[in-house]
């Protein structure tokens, strides 16, 4: 299999400038840099084959806008490019697998939270939520990707209304994504596709303390990447172009021509192939 596209990875600069595209093309809906990194690692990951048809709605939102640059019209169909090399610039990180770099936000206090990144992972688990279901069959990953619903859920209980939280450093905690508390309601389903009734569906996770949040971080990207390498051979295999199998028994040069004519095949339709 040939390692995805080598186009080469989105400058300091370049981030910041997609970003701005994005919060601008539609700024209720579209995703921020760092949830978009995360669904990209999601999709990178997944054992089946997501066209962009199917993605880039949900990357750029449902405005005006994002509706005419999905067409490839207006000022903003530039922005796919970039959106797509950042793209590629994922997947071939995880397919080289020498380390995971995501793209995070950082707070006043210069810290990264990883919220945003987990609800797009999960966004994008959610365009495929069957194809995922392998992991839970295997005991060695059934809890790779246990750091992500972690951050999701703490991504909820950030949404909260708890009057009586005496942190201050919550408001310099940055967005997850654009929405970033509906989004992770959605998104804390992502994995089953189901209505959550299920007890382990439902499991309680405990608040991320500060002091815990890098080493959280740091474990939901090494899971990404085992999952990634678990699910490589059913990736590949979805890549792969399917088999062209002949039709029929092969005609020799001296038979009839299938075709009806009389004539052999080596005089008719067969004129010019070499056997």
Same mark, same amino acid.
């Given at each position: 299999?040939?390692?995805?596209?080598?186009?080469?990875?989105?400058?300091?600069?370049?981030?910041?400038?997609?970003?701005?595209?994005?919060?601008?093309?539609?700024?209720?809906?579209?995703?921020?840099?760092?949830?978009?990194?995360?669904?990209?690692?999601?999709?990178?990951?997944?054992?089946?084959?997501?066209?962009?048809?199917?993605?880039?709605?949900?990357?750029?939102?449902?405005?005006?806008?994002?509706?005419?640059?999905?067409?490839?019209?207006?000022?903003?169909?530039?922005?796919?490019?970039?959106?797509?090399?950042?793209?590629?610039?994922?997947?071939?990180?995880?397919?080289?697998?020498?380390?995971?770099?995501?793209?995070?936000?950082?707070?006043?206090?210069?810290?990264?939270?990883?919220?945003?990144?987990?609800?797009?992972?999960?966004?994008?688990?959610?365009?495929?939520?069957?194809?995922?279901?392998?992991?839970?069959?295997?005991?060695?990953?059934?809890?790779?990707?246990?750091?992500?619903?972690?951050?999701? =859920? %703490?991504?909820?209980? /950030? $949404?909260?209304?708890?009057? +009586? @939280?005496? &942190? #201050?450093? *919550?408001?310099?905690?940055? !967005?997850?994504?654009?929405?970033?508390?509906?989004?992770?309601?959605? =998104? %804390?389903?992502?994995? /089953? $596709?189901?209505?959550?009734? +299920? @007890?382990? &569906? #439902?499991? *309680?996770?405990?608040?991320? !303390?500060?002091?815990?949040?890098?080493?959280?971080?740091?474990?939901?990207? %090494?899971?990404?990447? /085992?999952?990634?390498?678990?699910?490589? @051979?059913?990736?590949?295999?979805?890549?792969?172009?399917?088999?062209?199998?002949?039709?029929?028994?092969?005609?020799?040069?001296?038979?009839?021509?299938?075709?009806?004519?009389?004539?052999?095949?080596?005089?008719?339709?067969?004129?010019?192939?070499?056997?």
């Amino acid at each position: 299999m040939n390692a995805p596209s080598q186009d080469r990875p989105l400058t300091d600069a370049e981030i910041e400038t997609l970003e701005t595209r994005l919060a601008a093309i539609d700024p209720d809906d579209s995703m921020a840099v760092e949830e978009l990194d995360g669904f990209f690692a999601a999709l990178s990951c997944c054992p089946e084959i997501v066209a962009p048809e199917e993605w880039l709605p949900m990357v750029l939102g449902d405005s005006p806008r994002a509706r005419e640059a999905l067409r490839g019209e207006g000022e903003d169909a530039s922005l796919l490019k970039l959106v797509e090399r950042h793209r590629a610039a994922v997947a071939t990180m995880l397919y080289e697998g020498k380390g995971f770099a995501p793209v995070l936000a950082y707070d006043e206090h210069g810290d990264a939270w990883g919220n945003a990144w987990a609800i797009g992972f999960a966004r994008g688990m959610s365009m495929r939520p069957e194809a995922w279901m392998a992991l839970e069959e295997e005991e060695d990953f059934a809890d790779a990707l246990d750091p992500v619903m972690r951050l999701v =859920a %703490d991504a909820q209980l /950030d $949404g909260g209304d708890d009057e +009586d @939280d005496d &942190d #201050d450093r *919550d408001d310099a905690r940055p !967005a997850a994504g654009r929405a970033g508390a509906d989004r992770a309601g959605r =998104a %804390d389903r992502a994995d /089953d $596709g189901d209505d959550g009734d +299920d @007890d382990q &569906d #439902d499991e *309680d996770w405990e608040p991320i !303390a500060d002091d815990e949040r890098e080493s959280v971080i740091h474990d939901m990207l %090494d899971g990404v990447q /085992d999952v990634y390498d678990f699910f490589r @051979d059913a990736r590949e295999r979805a890549l792969a172009p399917a088999t062209v199998r002949r039709q029929g028994e092969k005609v020799g040069r001296n038979d009839p021509c299938p075709c009806g004519s009389g004539r052999k095949y080596k005089a008719c339709h067969g004129a010019g192939t070499v056997h």
